[in-house]
């Protein structure tokens, strides 16, 4: 039974079928949602960009670790390795940079649903590029996902703010649905993802540590490291996880459909919050209006074009 699953996993996508490409983008949804706990944890009195320096070297130890196991086959050098480096610069890279900059700007609870409609500009940017033709179930089902996330993380905010400052986490988005199609056009030159997760990543984490480096200095950042980094390690070893699935999920599927479900991970979030640390007490309306929408879209989205 394992044996498939590794199949799956680790060979070319002629050996799995369409339906595998919806399981790789709900299962990196929840490696994210576990990458997101481990961030929480280790934000507590740290800089977010530092934080992010070191997920992103959490993410790198393990894909490295994982290609001297399983030794993927890189494809030779050409332009495929442009576009998997324009993927990991805009999904992981620039969307997070954006991201954190939009949160220390607006805060988080303004930034995350703003962000959450990255599945809306992937769809756009995959019907233009890619030439993808959703049904309308397709994009019916894009909407309500992003409906969904935006209600689950919506809720009562408070401080002052600048509605220019908004453009930073719809920056965010941009940068993941781009990023999406510039995954997706590049992996049929990666015939094992895990390759393509290597090369983009490294892109991401040079990005990210140049950025952090001139923002903050080496002094600042190595006293970041000494606070701690073992909770954004951890995350950067799920969101290592989330990424590589997130690859094979695109590899397999269309940008339209893959990115809401890669989206849904603040579904499981609330999910797991209320099983494992029995919040209950904080449920509102949003819980089940944004769930529902969230779940009936991801159903939506899930079902084969055309059928």
Not at 96 to 119: C, E, H, N, Q
Not at 197 to 224: H, Y
């Amino acid at each position: 039974m394992a044996a498939p699953l590794l199949a799956g996993i680790f060979l070319p996508e002629d050996d799995v079928t369409l339906d595998a490409a919806a399981a790789f983008a709900l299962s990196s949804a929840l490696c994210f949602t576990c990458a997101d706990m481990f961030a929480r944890r280790g934000l507590q009195g740290r800089d977010p960009l530092a934080g992010a320096v070191f997920t992103l070297a959490g993410e790198l130890a393990f894909l490295f670790g994982a290609a001297l196991v399983t030794g993927p086959r890189f494809p030779p050098l050409g332009l495929d390795y442009l576009r998997v480096a324009a993927g990991g610069a805009g999904n992981p890279g620039l969307f997070m940079i954006f991201f954190l900059i939009g949160i220390s700007k607006i805060g988080v609870a303004r930034a995350a649903p703003i962000k959450g409609g990255s599945p809306l500009f992937g769809a756009v940017l995959a019907i233009l590029f890619l030439g993808e033709r959703p049904a309308w179930y397709h994009l019916a089902g894009v909407v309500l996902v992003v409906g969904g996330i935006a209600t689950l993380s919506s809720g009562r905010t408070h401080g002052r703010w600048r509605r220019i400052d908004a453009l930073w986490p719809v920056a965010a988005a941009a940068a993941a649905g781009a990023g999406a199609v510039f995954w997706r056009s590049a992996l049929k030159g990666f015939p094992h993802p895990l390759a393509g997760s290597v090369v983009g990543v490294v892109v991401a984490a040079l990005i990210v540590g140049t950025f952090t480096w001139f923002r903050l200095g080496g002094r600042r950042l190595a006293g970041e490291w000494r606070k701690g980094p073992l909770p954004f390690l951890l995350c950067g070893v799920a969101a290592g996880l989330g990424i590589f699935l997130y690859v094979n999920a695109l590899q397999r599927g269309e940008v339209y459909r893959m990115l809401p479900l890669i989206q849904t991970s603040p579904l499981f979030t609330v999910l797991i919050a209320l099983v494992l640390f029995r919040r209950a007490e904080h449920i509102t309306w949003r819980v089940p209006a944004g769930a529902a929408m969230t779940l009936a879209g991801a159903l939506l989205v899930t079902l084969r074009p055309g059928g």
